[in-house]
């Protein structure tokens, strides 16, 4: 089984200049417990960009006023026999305040401290790229 999900990364610099992103702790269900970024899998009828306003909204309040796609990922999930088709976008641009959902609790850093230690094993491999606004391309 193929997913199409997508995960949204929001970012904001502060007022001496230095650069924060938005994670979120993984409250329940698949993940419990990892640093992740906003999103999940894109509705029937739904597009790519429509599923990660939704989801980020849905998951901690905000709403993406603008996205820009920096990569792509595909993870095949073996335990699960299901291949995500991951869509990974940022953010500069969105309303609100981040607020803890039943899914997530939401959680600025620095980009100097970064929770490498509580992330999925793969984000080491890619998530450098989102930091520096580089384009990837993951499997």
């Known amino acids: 089984t193929e997913l199409e999900c997508t995960l949204v990364f929001c970012r904001r610099i ?48 905000l709403k993406a006023r603008s996205l820009r796609n920096l990569g792509y990922l595909s993870m095949k999930m073996k335990a699960l026999s299901k291949i995500y088709k991951v869509h990974v976008f940022e953010t500069w641009e969105f309303d609100g305040e981040a607020v803890e959902s039943d899914e997530m609790k939401p959680h600025w850093y620095g980009e100097n401290s970064i929770p490498y230690e509580r992330m999925w094993p793969d984000n080491l491999h890619w998530f450098p790229y989102v930091l520096h606004q580089k384009r990837f391309v993951a499997r």
Do not use: P, T, W, Y
């Open 14 to 61: 502060q007022s001496d200049g230095s650069r924060e992103i938005l994670l979120g702790e993984k409250k329940k269900g698949f993940g419990f417990g990892k640093c992740i970024a906003f999103g999940g899998k894109v509705e029937i009828n739904e597009s790519i960009e429509q599923a990660a306003i939704r989801e980020l909204e849905e998951e901690c309040g």
